[in-house]
């Protein structure tokens, strides 16, 4: 990637907000997505185009992608239930767009109302949509294989269904595969599991990007092992806000500022400088006051001496 | 080893109750200790030897290592200072005595109040007092290198300087050497580093042990990378209580509770029942109600269907 070793993909404006009760005005959201890129993050996920009756909190999704493309640089990520929400994420000019697969048919059916055949036949149609566009404003279209590592409802999916949604989102015309632990199960073993299972069946560079959660704490410990794996795209939320709504107890993406700092100490270059990430942290609480924020690097401080790679290079 | 994959050192009744001022009651540490024990807890730091002056909270320490030894299977660990304290510990009939060596000779004059020369020549005293027990009361002697991670009043330690202790450590006459993260400094990349250094310098089988904090959220990504490098002894905290009160901003073990958890469900067999283990979370609390315990699990809960390593074995 140019000039970094890690991506580390803002994922707070649509999965921290969609998790609070609170709405964040638009105006907020455009200074935490601006003075989180000039901190220097090149990836923000800044809402989702579902029905405002379900997510009122992203129901500005379309302004705030407006907002986000005149940044340069920033790759600008939603997310879209379905069909619908692809025609309305092309629209509105996103550079990215992520469609959730539950590989737990359970958890599908809650969380966006549809069985895995469903699913599939809306990724083919929107696939087919994204091809119709011109080429130079195509977005990249990733299917990401949710409640990978566990399910709240189902428990642990079985290896064979999980390979063979994989397969499906690929030949039903997505450019990737992720893979999201929605409830905060996944464990370092299991991740390496997940990780080659899917690389072997879809390949290695259909699989880039891991979304993971900290609900158990064990969330940098995965990533650390995602990275062995040659996996060079991670999802985290500024504060650590966030969570899936529809799986209970599931709550807390990984913290960015604890990420950046990891990967910066391990000599690995993300692009962000540290000190401008946690203040970020002062938009996001005052807008939305009465949410906790996680994380333990704004609290403790750097490392006497500490050298981030970015500034090394 | 006897059983299990990893071995869990409960430091809590050490470098937990250290590091907070409230003094625990004898009978609540009985308590505690009995409690980690009866869930398959196989090692615990029960206390240091040090002048209940410097630390009140540990005045017990005979007693409560008298009141351990009674307990079958238990390895009964201490932390001495100097040879005063290795003298009491002898006595005593801990079974494992750790001496620290502050790799940072600032940090070691302020923690031990010595010279890196006058704890060696510590060390080889207490050695050779050990080598004058009888074979079978003789505890196992293990020489420390704390803020080997890096020191908040030093920074970055020079590999030549922590490989020239380690190597000084083995020679004074210690069975093995520990890396500690007294500071909460350490990261994956380089937690791979110091294991390789320190190794290479002393061999394979005298570093086994690790002791890590969660200071900056990295405790368990540490902990991976460590298991990953052969090491199988992982010191941690019930309710991460603790950390080094001459290191400021230096706060918090890894949390027994998450550890044992991320251990069993990746297939690595503690011999900890976690149910049993969170469970006694509850005779801490009541003994020190002032303190904050930390951990995600006891939070979170466990995974649906979520089977340890342990109970499969």
Redesign the interface.
């Known amino acids: 990637m140019n000039g970094i070793d890690v991506l580390v993909s803002e994922v707070g404006p649509r999965d921290g907000l969609q998790s609070i009760s609170a709405i964040m005005p638009l105006e907020a959201k455009k200074a935490w997505i601006a003075a989180e890129a000039a901190a220097g993050v090149r990836e923000i996920e800044v809402g989702s185009f579902v029905p405002a009756k379900i997510l009122p909190q992203l129901a500005d999704t379309a302004e705030v992608v407006a907002f986000a493309k005149t940044i340069p640089g920033l790759t600008v990520a939603v997310l879209v239930p379905n069909l619908r929400g692809a025609e309305a994420a092309i629209l509105s000019g996103a550079d990215k767009i992520t469609l959730p697969l539950s590989v737990s048919e359970t958890h599908s059916l809650k969380n966006l109302r549809r069985t895995h055949v469903q699913v599939l036949e809306d990724v083919k149609q929107i696939a087919a949509l994204i091809r119709a566009q011109p080429e130079a404003s195509r977005p990249k279209f990733e299917g990401s294989l949710s409640t990978v590592f ?7 999916i079985p290896d064979a269904q999980i390979a063979r949604l994989a397969e499906q989102l690929m030949a039903a015309g997505c450019d990737e595969v992720g893979l999201s632990d929605t ?3 996944a ?4 991740v390496r599991h997940i990780i080659r299972l899917v690389r072997g069946v879809v390949g290695k560079h259909a699989v880039t990007g891991i979304h993971l959660h ?5 969330g ?2 995965n ?3 995602a990275l062995e794996e040659g996996l060079d795209t991670l999802d985290s939320s500024l504060g650590g806000l966030g969570g899936c709504p529809f799986a209970p ?1 599931a709550s807390g993406n990984i ?1 960015t500022e ?1 990420l950046v ?2 990967l910066e ?3 690995l270059r993300t692009g962000i400088d540290l000190d401008k990430l946690v203040k970020v942290r002062e938009i996001v609480a005052a807008a939305v006051p009465n949410e906790q924020l996680y ?3 704004p609290d ?2 750097l ?3 500490f050298e981030p790679a970015t500034r090394r290079a």
């Open positions: 566990g399910c709240t409802l189902e428990g642990m409830t905060g199960y464990n370092p073993a299991q900290n609900t158990r704490g064990l940098l410990a990533a650390v092992v107890g913290v604890d700092f990891m100490a391990m000599g994380g333990f690097v403790a401080g490392p006497l001496g």
